[in-house]
């Protein structure tokens, strides 16, 4: 286990290496001068060269490249540019909003997604089976901003049952919170709901075809048990696996969810920077994001090693 | 008889017989056949959208603004008077131009990554760090992040669409390589001297076709998706061109009082996603049984 722990946090050292290489990058792909775009037609001289000093482009290539390491060394992702703070403790103020609403948007998701999946691979080829699945797959192709709009037209506008847009702190109003986070948790979780009823169903049809199924079913185990209990545990193992890819989806669907129910979380800033060409923000928080799923990344996998010795000794990647 | 079971890969008659009960058990797959017609109106109104068109997409007529649909302006008109249906009939015309372009540099540059990653061990691990890098991105924010660098623009969104999903079809495509590679057939062209690049373009890549396929119907659809979210937030074509995505972004200010002009090209979206994720299911049904439920 030492062993394959220690394999894989020095795997993902060169990926993070590219990772930030990359959000290094972005700034380089600008095309023409990003210091006049960023202060606009309007700039006097003086103050495209103070932006362009501040964003240290007056530098050559390599210094650039360099100092962004230095900086990134010792924790510094860089300015914002619209509100002259550290890029960091801007994001790290927002993570908690984001972070409350992804952890709603995953319980409904694991819910909903995993109750729908069992439940039609037990009824398979019935009525249910199919009016589950046929909901998963509009779930799945439901663009989520345009579902988030509809919702609020449905239960703001014309029920008036939830707030439109606002946030409130978990931490001084709990129901409020729930009212407020409800609709863009539900638009967020709708796409992973769909695709983990499908997951879940495929792989339970398959479990419940092995032999251990059948030994449990022999014994005379009640169905509640055999599910409950033999077919359950297997599932869970696929579910683990794609929780990496759910949590990416749900940070990629938070900058527009955000921005349509005005939630001052990291989405909406990355949402609102990139209108206003705020690259060091829009930098800053990529490689946030991306650093923040790999470690997750690597922590659902070597849970996932612990849980299952198979993926120890050289079955896995 | 006697020739069917002689019947080689090289055998045309019999590769022609493969196809057609291919086509045959796709016909015979009823979700595949509704996606298809799903997927074919929009096509349909994509290919034909000037035939469609009586108005101009951007004719502005104040007098006529905010009219519901009905039977005079079938999708209605928005804020400035033009008419809905023109915008998107036309929105249908730029949503697959944009999601062909990205499928066809995906199949393009996925396809050669894959290859040689799969193929050429020695490279292997470079291109694989290289790929994993760009998927620890979610996969609309690198491509928010990368058009917010280019610029907006659809062509600047096609670019980052591609270097967003590339990665993901190159994986696929080295994972059949990994498998196809070990077959004996291909020892055998080995061992009668066959290059490389003969290898890997007729007795490689061929085989790997059919998950390649079913990943890019995926993909057509995802970047159907992504381009609106990116036109949303007005990264996208620049209006007045219509997209379904700032048709959204513009309807979404007057929602309480013409929510047709969000609903309808929401509705067409989904039509359009939906289709795709039919065809690509039904795709590997046939095709691939053995892949299940992947991203």
């Not at chain 1, 060169?14 to 001068?33: A, K, N, R």
């Not at chain 1, 199924?213 to 683990?240: E, S, W």
């Not at chain 2, 998107?88 to 990653?117: C, D, E, P, R, Y």
Request: glycine share 8%.
């Amino acid at each position: 286990m030492l062993r394959y722990v220690a394999h894989r946090l020095l795997a993902s050292i060169p990926v993070l290496f590219l990772v930030t290489l990359i959000s290094f990058s972005l700034m380089q792909l600008v095309p023409g001068d990003p210091a006049i775009l960023i202060a606009g037609l309007q700039a006097t001289p003086a103050e495209v060269e103070r932006i362009r000093h501040q964003l240290g482009l007056d530098q050559p290539f390599h210094v650039q490249l360099f100092s962004w390491y230095a900086h990134l060394l010792r924790g510094e992702l860089g300015t914002s540019l619209l509100l002259g703070r550290d890029v960091l403790e801007v994001i790290l103020e927002r993570l908690p909003v984001s972070f409350s609403i992804a952890l709603y948007a995953l319980f409904l998701t694991v819910l909903v997604g995993l109750l729908a999946g069992i439940v039609a691979a037990l009824r398979q080829n019935t009525l249910i089976d199919q009016l589950v699945m046929t909901v998963a797959l509009i779930g799945v192709s439901l663009p989520n901003f345009w579902l988030a709009l509809m919702l609020i037209v449905l239960f703001a506008v014309q029920l008036g049952w939830l707030p439109s847009g606002g946030y409130v702190d978990f931490r001084q109003d709990l129901w409020g919170w729930l009212r407020a986070t409800t609709l863009p948790a539900v638009s967020l979780a709708m796409l992973q709901m769909g695709l983990l009823a499908r997951i879940t169903r495929s792989t339970m049809l398959e479990v419940l075809r092995q032999d251990y199924i059948r030994t449990a079913r022999a014994k005379g185990l009640p169905q509640r048990l055999v599910v409950g209990k033999h077919a359950l545990k297997n599932v869970m193992i696929p579910v683990v696996t794609v929780l990496g890819i759910v949590l990416s989806l749900l940070l990629s669907g938070s900058v527009v969810i955000e921005t349509i129910f005005s939630i001052p979380g990291i989405g909406s800033l990355l949402g609102s920077s990139i209108l206003r060409r705020d690259y060091p923000v829009i930098q800053a928080g990529l490689l946030f994001v991306a650093t923040m799923l790999l470690l997750l990344n690597l922590l659902v996998d070597l849970v996932y090693a612990w849980l299952d010795p198979r993926i120890r000794y050289g079955r896995g990647e | 008889m006697a020739s069917e079971a002689f019947a080689s890969p090289f055998d045309r008659s019999a590769v022609r017989r493969r196809r057609f009960t291919t086509l045959r058990r796709l016909l015979r797959h009823r979700l595949f056949l509704v996606g298809a017609f799903l997927f074919s109106i929009v096509l349909a109104a994509a290919l034909f959208a000037d035939l469609l068109i009586q108005v101009d997409p951007n004719r502005i007529s104040i007098r006529n603004k905010f009219r519901p649909p009905g039977t005079e302006w079938i999708f209605g008109t928005d804020n400035f008077g033009r008419s809905q249906w023109s915008r998107v009939v036309k929105g249908a015309q730029l949503s697959l131009a944009i999601g062909f372009g990205v499928v066809v540099l995906n199949a393009v540059f996925g396809t050669m990554l894959g290859a040689l990653a799969g193929y050429f061990r020695s490279l292997d691990n470079l291109l694989m760090r290289i790929m994993d890098a760009f998927m620890a991105f979610p996969v609309i924010l690198l491509a928010i992040g990368i058009t917010a660098a280019l610029g907006p623009g659809s062509i600047n969104a096609v670019i980052a669409l591609a270097a967003v999903y590339t990665p993901r079809t190159a994986r696929i495509v080295r994972a059949s390589v990994l498998v196809v590679r070990e077959q004996a057939y291909v020892e055998a062209a080995r061992a009668m001297g066959a290059s490389h690049a003969r290898i890997l373009l007729r007795h490689v890549l061929p085989n790997c076709m059919a998950p390649l396929i079913v990943q890019l119907t995926f993909i057509f659809a995802y970047s159907v998706l992504s381009e609106a979210v990116l036109s949303f937030l007005g990264l996208g074509a620049e209006p007045p061109t219509p997209t379904w995505g700032n048709i959204i972004a513009e309807g979404r200010l007057y929602i309480r009082e013409a929510p047709w002009l969000t609903l309808i090209p929401g509705l067409a979206l989904a039509m359009t996603v939906l289709g795709l994720n039919l065809l690509g299911d039904g795709l590997r049904d046939v095709l691939d049984p053995r892949l299940k439920v992947q991203q």
